[in-house]
């Protein structure tokens, strides 16, 4: 009789401390729109003690239910008895501007469902820092570091040159309102954008201004000059 009551406690005790994979952690949602570089998933911790670092599978399927992919992930998480905690993981197909079913989509971007399966929890740091997941996350963030850095020297150049065609574009009016202005003074046109170029075209604008009109109106060659 004692042996049948140290076996039936040995079994409650082993039961008690044996993991649920199927209800310990569950997925409560998961958004990710179609602009979105990471999806955010919310798990929920079912059990009565504090649930550290998750490793779990997720499936992505297409919205008639078929596997497209499916990935690995190991996180270094903490998650409160009974409690919902969000995280983050990669977005899937974000060059190509998926989203989920759930969140907003542009109308014409593929959607996607997936399936969560927890595969264990409580992993020891040593063994979740060692994963591929790490591996994965460094990847992703050196692709996305390296699109950053593209899309900024390209907003660099595109600046530089919008502001070069700014610069010629006012040069060529001031050196165009300096013919304008010996022209209407009655001075040589070519004289005064020779000087605007050799001096500078606004200074040449302020001395039109102070001399004005030529009094002595010689013609030559069909032009007044000085």
Do not use: C
């Amino acid at each position: 009789m004692k042996r049948i009551v140290l076996l039936l406690t040995l079994f409650i005790s082993i039961t008690a401390f044996a993991k649920d994979l199927s209800n310990d952690v569950i997925m409560v949602s998961y958004e990710q729109a179609w602009i979105d570089h990471e999806g955010t998933l919310a798990l929920k911790n079912n059990t009565n003690e504090e649930i550290r670092n998750v490793v779990f599978l997720i499936t992505y399927l297409d919205m008639s239910g078929k596997e497209l992919d499916y990935e690995e992930f190991s996180e270094f998480v903490s998650i409160a008895p009974g409690m919902t905690k969000k995280i983050n993981i990669p977005a899937y197909e974000a060059g190509r501007f998926y989203h989920y079913y759930k969140s907003k989509g542009d109308g014409e971007n593929p959607a996607f469902k997936i399936n969560f399966q927890l595969k264990d929890y409580n992993v020891p740091n040593e063994e979740l820092s060692g994963s591929d997941d790490s591996d994965y996350y460094g990847s992703y963030n050196d692709t996305k570091s390296n699109s950053e850095s593209d899309t900024f020297t390209s907003g660099f150049f595109i600046t530089i040159i919008i502001i070069l065609l700014v610069a010629i574009s006012v040069s060529v009016g001031l050196f165009v309102l300096v013919a304008l202005m010996a022209q209407r003074r009655h001075r040589n046109v070519v004289l005064w954008v020779l000087l605007s170029i050799l001096a500078s075209p606004l200074l040449m604008i302020i001395i039109l201004l102070i001399i004005g009109d030529n009094p002595e109106r010689i013609e030559n060659n069909g032009r007044w000059g000085e």
